[in-house]
């Protein structure tokens, strides 16, 4: 089946890297790639130079896609991919969501910094809009060191507090599928405390979800759930994390300041926001 993948640039590194990490990671599955520059200006009084510079971050765009287009004529000639630039006015979010809607997209990949490239930052703010804000495809965030590889280990760290659903896996189980990765179910959670039953529940349903892959269940106990996370992906020499993203705090909690400083990571592994259909 044809998969619609979605990406988004700005045209800085941390972009055309996202690029190249999808094609590599799709490299062997039949796609249609819709490559997009969300441009617009800042409000201005006057209305005829507000009308010169959107014409002049048109053409930018337009330039800049091209040049991209030029760029994968070169470096990835596949018979399986196929490219579409989409240059459009606007947010960037809201030209996302139409573009799900009206292409069926599959995933969208985008670098986690924009142009701006903050040493101190290392998620930019449409990242993280579009990983709280798109309900209807999953988001995959590709740092800018992030150097594609094999990907043999994905973890997904959960609480098992959530009721799964097996269609919210299906992009994850597609790239273990397609990578033959492991999958490592990572729970946290205090010595003197057991699960409960509906948490044994969901790991039951996990288990038959996963089945056929290559997967582990692993606990790790008494220690700060994101500092366990962070250990967890050094020992077992993680290659992507993959999360349930919860409507309302999904990056609030994996991008929070403390967590940030202390995760390494976050540089150099793309992280994969799934859906919680239930909200």
């Known amino acids: 089946m044809k998969k619609r993948i979605l990406i988004a640039t700005d045209f800085s590194k941390n972009a055309q890297n996202a690029i190249n990490y999808a094609i590599n990671l799709y ?3 039949t796609c249609e790639f819709y490559i997009l520059n969300a441009y617009n200006i800042k409000a201005f009084t006057m209305e005829l130079t507000a009308i010169r510079d959107i ?8 330039t800049g896609l091209s040049n991209i287009l030029d760029r994968l004529s070169v470096t990835n000639n596949s018979k399986n ?11 960037l979010i809201e030209i996302m969501k139409e573009i799900i809607d009206k292409r069926d997209i599959y995933i969208i ?21 579009a990983m709280e804000r798109i309900r209807n495809c999953p988001v995959l965030a ?13 973890v ?3 609480g098992y507090i959530t009721p799964y659903k097996k269609r919210e896996f299906q992009y994850l189980i597609d790239i273990a599928k397609n990578t033959s990765a492991a999958i490592r179910i990572l729970h946290v959670m205090d010595k003197d405390k057991q699960l409960n039953e509906a948490q044994l529940n ?6 038959d979800y996963f089945k056929g892959l290559e997967h582990s ?16 992906i050094e020992s077992q020499d993680i290659d992507m994390v993959a999360f349930i993203n919860k409507k309302h705090n999904f990056f609030s909690w994996i991008l929070s300041k403390p967590m940030v400083k202390h995760l390494a990571y976050y540089s150099t592994i793309p992280i994969l926001g799934l859906h919680d259909f239930g909200n």
């Open 156 to 158: 997904f760290p959960t």
């Open 55 to 62: 014409e002049e971050s048109k053409q930018k765009s337009i």
């Open 27 to 29: 490299k062997h599955d």
């Open 142 to 154: 590709i740092p800018g060191k992030a150097v594609f590889k094999e990907i043999k280990q994905i």
């Open 217 to 232: 269940f692993h606990t790790i106990y008494d220690m700060e759930a994101q500092a366990a996370l962070n250990s967890f």
């Open 109 to 129: 990949i985008m670098g986690t910094k924009g142009d701006t490239d903050s040493r101190t930052q290392i998620y930019g703010s449409q990242t993280v809009l």
């Open 81 to 91: 991919h196929e490219y579409h630039m989409v240059s459009e006015y606007g947010s």
């Open 202 to 207: 969901n790991q039951l349903l996990l288990k």
